[in-house]
């Protein structure tokens, strides 16, 4: 008999019960970011659900929410966005369980009057890539480097498109001395990433990185890169903008400094 998943949402009152984002452990320095995160995002229309296996075992979620509130480097007002929508585990993989988050954001969409939904979309890690929002009807309606598409399916057909705010290459000229690590809770994975990078840095290259916390949904639109919630640049270039382990990093700067 097939398994019996469950879909529930996560609010005020199961938030710290609730697994987030895969994290259980309620000492978790992400998870416990995450959560006031999310306890100021709720009261702006943020909407979080979980697809749980019969034993409450996470393989799925989906957060969204009114796009003048996203945390990418977009503009899409009137629009509901979507931050984040993965499946976890291979046997749940390919199932239609990512089809169903998605088609839930859409009906609540529609329930509170948006013109559309929108997503944020690539196929490098961290976000989910566009093959599964063509399958429901979405259009890519911008591009930004390196191979960002930002999509949407209109419930008015008239309506303005949203658009990436640009101007990426400004941006990162903010940051043009040494090594900037840019990090925002709307991810509860950056800080550890974050944090191993951090000690990298100072131990091996003796540098002293520059941690920006992003704090806004304005900073995260305005932030160098789309994806907004982790960005590494050193001497006012991109290193990354999403991501990366420890030991990719030293592979980079290793790289940058020719050291062998």
């Known amino acids: 008999m097939a398994e019996k998943i469950k879909m529930i949402d996560i609010t005020q009152k199961n938030l710290h019960e609730s697994p987030i984002c895969g994290l259980k452990n309620i000492e978790h320095e992400g998870r416990i970011r995450k959560i006031e995160w999310l306890?100021?995002?709720?009261?702006?229309?943020l909407k979080a659900k979980l697809l749980l296996t019969e034993k409450n075992i996470q393989l799925g979620y989906i957060e969204y929410l009114p796009g003048q509130y996203a945390w990418r480097g977009i503009e899409a007002d009137g629009y509901m966005f979507i931050h984040c929508l993965?499946?976890?585990?291979?046997?749940?993989?390919?199932?239609?369980?990512?089809?169903?988050?998605?088609?839930?954001?859409?009906?609540?969409?529609?329930?509170?009057?948006?013109?559309?939904?929108?997503?944020v979309a690539r196929e490098k890690p961290w976000l989910a890539n566009n093959k599964i929002f063509l399958k429901k009807g979405f259009k890519i309606v911008d591009?930004?480097?390196?191979?960002?598409?930002?999509?949407?399916?209109?419930?008015?057909?008239?309506?303005?498109?949203?658009?990436?705010?640009?101007?990426?290459?400004?941006?990162?000229?903010k940051y043009?001395?040494?090594?900037?690590?840019?990090?925002?809770?709307?991810c509860p994975h950056t800080i550890r990433f974050a944090n191993k990078i951090v000690?990298?840095?100072?131990?091996?290259y003796k540098?002293?990185?520059?941690?920006?916390?992003?704090?806004?949904?304005?900073?995260?639109?305005n932030a160098p890169t789309p994806y907004a919630a982790?960005?590494?640049?050193?001497?006012?270039?991109?290193?990354?903008?999403?991501?990366i382990s420890a030991?990719?990093?030293?592979n980079i700067m290793n790289k940058i400094l020719n050291v062998l």
């Open 143 to 173: 591009t930004a480097p390196p191979d960002y598409e930002l999509l949407v399916k209109k419930f008015d057909k008239s309506a303005q498109n949203p658009k990436f705010k640009n101007n990426w290459d400004k941006k990162l000229k």
């Open 247 to 250: 030991a990719r990093f030293r």
């Open 176 to 186: 043009d001395k040494g090594l900037t690590i840019i990090i925002a809770n709307q």
């Open 86 to 119: 993965w499946t976890y585990w291979k046997e749940y993989k390919n199932k239609g369980y990512g089809r169903l988050l998605i088609q839930t954001c859409i009906n609540d969409a529609k329930k509170e009057k948006y013109i559309g939904v929108a997503v």
């Open 39 to 45: 306890k100021t995002y709720f009261k702006k229309g």
């Open 199 to 204: 000690d990298m840095a100072r131990k091996k």
């Open 230 to 243: 982790f960005t590494i640049i050193y001497n006012g270039q991109l290193l990354t903008d999403h991501q």
């Open 207 to 221: 540098l002293k990185p520059q941690i920006v916390h992003i704090k806004t949904f304005r900073q995260a639109q």
